[in-house]
């Protein structure tokens, strides 16, 4: 009998992105006969700077300056490495018996472990991930993000390209409705019309809040379209609240609460584009799902070149300029975007959907290495 591979994820719910990347990594990993587990390291080492990093996203721009400067970088990493050991000795069963540690947060670095990798989900990369101790690989999920991997010196025998892993069911749901009839049978289900635009509204429940600008525009833009707004507002039950009442007369609207992954990769292949103000892992979902994406905003600092990738690609636009100004000019172009983007969208789905199995050659490569 082979023995598994035994791998710990390291992750901190810093908003839902590094928590959706350990998800998808364990099963996948999983899947591919190791032995996978997810520990959220960040609220054990530090409870205030976990309550910091979730509640106040407000904060992230300043947060990232400060983690792209040296020494600073390394002295917020070391802070957070003081009693990590001791910890992940008492806290996780077999830790001394760990093959693989994967971090997919850059202020956890792994110590331990035959290989230990970190994960550069977004496409700029700051001083912190090179701060130590380092990494023997990065896995950078976008081409973008190399360049200045390169430029802060991390070794480039270190670093792996590899596209982003997503969940399960962004695969799953998302080869289903490579046929047209069944992504209409979803929507069906949905109870949704053939002749109605679904319009995704993509921020996460920490940046939720910057949609109500754009309410108004788009309910005296939209109102008589045939079109429907779906705003995803995860765990902001107050917003989903506030908002659901305002615009209860308004069918244009639908505010929806937390959704779990087969949920929201539903949603995704049935809409017609996407609206966001944060991307992150979505931005790898939204391709998996085939949803062209208009971004209206972006978290300050490391997710500002998610324009480049949607761009880039040819998938979505960046609309700039103020609320009324971006709603005008999704007006012009939301009736054909699909249409008008279609072969990016299909290429870009191919390319993700090979993701997988190329994540495995590059792990089992990489397992096969260290033993030899």
Not at 230 to 252: E, R
Not at 271 to 295: C, K, V, Y
């Amino acid at each position: 009998m082979i023995n598994k591979k035994n791998v710990l994820i390291l992750t901190g719910k810093s908003g839902g992105g590094h928590l959706s990347i350990a998800q998808s990594f364990c099963y996948w990993l999983n899947k591919w006969g190791y032995n996978a587990q997810i520990y959220n390291i960040i609220p054990v080492l530090n409870k205030k700077i976990n309550d910091f990093l979730y509640h106040t996203p407000r904060t992230y721009k300043s947060l990232f300056k400060i983690s792209n400067r040296y020494p600073l970088a390394d002295i917020m990493t070391f802070s957070f490495h003081l009693d990590l050991e001791r910890k992940l000795k008492k806290s996780v069963p077999n830790y001394s018996l760990t093959d693989i540690v994967i971090s997919t947060h850059p202020l956890v670095h792994p110590q331990k472990g035959k290989i230990r990798i970190m994960i550069v989900p977004d496409p700029t990369v700051h001083a912190t991930y090179k701060a130590v101790p380092k990494a023997d690989y990065y896995f950078i999920f976008w081409p973008e993000a190399l360049e200045r991997a390169k430029k802060i010196k991390i070794n480039n025998d270190r670093l792996i390209v590899t596209n982003p892993l997503a969940r399960i069911s962004f695969y799953r749901i998302g080869k289903l409705c490579q046929n047209e009839k069944n992504r209409q049978q979803i929507r069906q289900q949905l109870g949704i019309s053939s002749d109605t635009k679904i319009g995704l509204v993509m921020a996460g429940s920490e940046w939720i809040n910057r949609v109500k600008n754009y309410l108004d525009p788009l309910a005296s833009e939209f109102s008589q379209k045939k079109v429907l707004f779906v705003f995803l507002c995860g765990k902001n039950i107050k917003f989903m609240s506030q908002l659901s009442a305002k615009y209860s007369s308004l069918k244009i609207f639908k505010f929806l609460g937390w959704l779990d992954e087969e949920e929201v990769a539903t949603w995704m292949n049935a809409a017609d584009f996407g609206i966001a103000f944060s991307l992150a892992q979505m931005s790898a979902e939204a391709g998996l799902s085939r949803l062209p994406i208009f971004i209206f905003s972006l978290m300050s600092g490391q997710e500002e070149k998610y324009r480049d990738v949607v761009e880039n690609r040819g998938v979505g636009f960046y609309l700039p300029g103020k609320p009324k100004i971006q709603v005008a000019v999704l007006k012009s172009l939301y009736p054909n975007i699909r249409n008008l983007l279609w072969d990016n969208l299909e290429l870009w789905q191919d390319t993700l959907l090979k993701t997988p199995d190329q994540m495995r050659k590059m792990i089992d490569g990489l397992g096969r290495k260290s033993q030899s």
